[in-house]
């Protein structure tokens, strides 16, 4: 008895000194990891390698994911006519317009803001529309991969500001560029969607047989008010950023562009003085309208039959014309005098975002117009939500 009593002893003790040395190796593992994530160097918001924490694959610092409100994704959502959201929808509410097959849908914002997902299918194409209302920042994806459907969600949490979306497996993916940042698909990237961002009143009157996102979402929301109240245009920004620059304004808008590793950002308060940009983005030839009824940038490819377009605009006609044929040519990108006459350059798709969001996922974008990018950090105002009531 008493031998028994002693392997018994022996064994407590055994798996005791066991217990402690997982703990402690798992410990040392943390604490390596964490100290690498203080010395390493982040390229565009991303780590240079997948790590492991916590027992977790991470493509970015996972000490630099915060917790936010998990607001509710549409997976089934209702449509309206244009009479009837007219009723419901202010002529100024900017959202979505997605085109399938001659199909126009248009995705407000007051109702995107809450919930920041759609998972919508029409004419056979499935797709998740989101918008980061803490960025305000709009992309949309094909919502599957490898053959499956991903069903993407809000996560309820930050990283750099953006809300990352997590998908039916559990993988964390950042709204703004579409990676997976954490998960079984770490590292991979979502297909993107062409969009429009248009307001409602433009939209209504362009396609009149469209269709709206309702109102009627199943929730009870004040799809009237914006849900952080008037953060759009306070200076507050509610969680860190791990990379600044007082290059511009921490919220001012831009259209983000990335093509082959390349980024640049279209700034609005810009383009409004200048209303046309002749880039170079990942070596390909990149020209920007300003549309100043919606205040936004759109751009083209600026090579058309061989032949690459600089374009100038003209401030006395206040007309756009291309300095090698000398045609006339509108916002959408399309001839309508001149030689080149109904010709249409190809649409590049961008991103709309706060210039935050942008470039601390873009750190090395250029701005157009802005010769030197002045990389000096600034601390970022961090508050709550409950601040800014």
Not at 168 to 192: F, Y
Not at 233 to 250: C, D, E, H
Request: charged fraction near 20%; include cysteine; aromatic fraction near 12%.
């Amino acid at each position: 008895m008493k031998k028994q009593h002693q392997q018994i002893i022996i064994s407590v003790i055994i798996f005791v000194v066991a217990l402690a040395a997982l703990f402690g190796i798992r410990a040392w593992r943390m604490a390596s990891v964490e100290s690498y994530l203080e010395t390493a160097e982040l390229d565009n918001g991303l780590l240079p390698e997948v790590i492991s924490y916590d027992g977790e694959k991470y493509l970015v610092p996972p000490t630099d994911i915060y917790d936010s409100a998990e607001l509710p994704a549409l997976t089934d959502p209702k449509f309206d006519d244009v009479y009837t959201a007219d009723s419901y929808l202010a002529d100024d509410v900017l959202g979505i317009d997605i085109e399938i097959n001659g199909e126009h849908r248009f995705y407000s914002y007051q109702i995107l803001n809450w919930h920041e997902v759609v998972n919508d299918s029409f004419n056979g194409v499935d797709l998740a529309i989101t918008h980061c209302a803490l960025c305000k920042s709009s992309a949309v994806y094909e919502a599957e991969l490898d053959g499956k459907d991903l069903e993407l969600a809000n996560s309820g949490k930050i990283y750099n500001n953006n809300q990352l979306l997590e998908s039916k497996d559990g993988s964390l993916w950042l709204q703004l560029r579409g990676t997976a940042i954490s998960g079984k698909h770490v590292g991979e990237q979502l297909t993107e969607y062409p969009f429009q961002v248009m307001s409602w009143d433009i939209w209504s009157e362009q396609y009149p047989d469209g269709y709206a996102l309702s109102s009627d979402t199943g929730f009870v929301r004040d799809y009237g008010m914006h849900p952080y109240q008037n953060y759009d245009n306070a200076t507050i920004i509610y969680y860190p950023v791990s990379q600044t620059t007082n290059m511009l304004g921490t919220k001012w808008a831009v259209e983000g562009l990335e093509i082959n590793g390349d980024a640049i950002a279209f700034a609005d308060q810009i383009m409004l003085g200048k209303m046309v940009a002749n880039e170079v983005v990942g070596g390909i030839n990149i020209v920007g309208f300003y549309y100043e009824a919606l205040g936004t940038t759109l751009a083209y490819l600026a090579d058309v039959n061989d032949q690459t377009l600089t374009f100038t605009y003209d401030w006395t006609a206040k007309t756009m014309t291309d300095d090698q044929t000398g045609s006339l040519w509108d916002v959408s990108g399309r001839a309508i005098d001149g030689e080149l006459a109904g010709t249409q350059l190809s649409r590049v798709q961008t991103k709309p975002s706060f210039w935050m969001c942008w470039y601390a996922q873009y750190t090395d974008s250029a701005v157009a117009f802005v010769e030197v990018i002045d990389t000096s950090d600034i601390e970022p105002e961090e508050t709550t939500p409950e601040d800014a009531e």
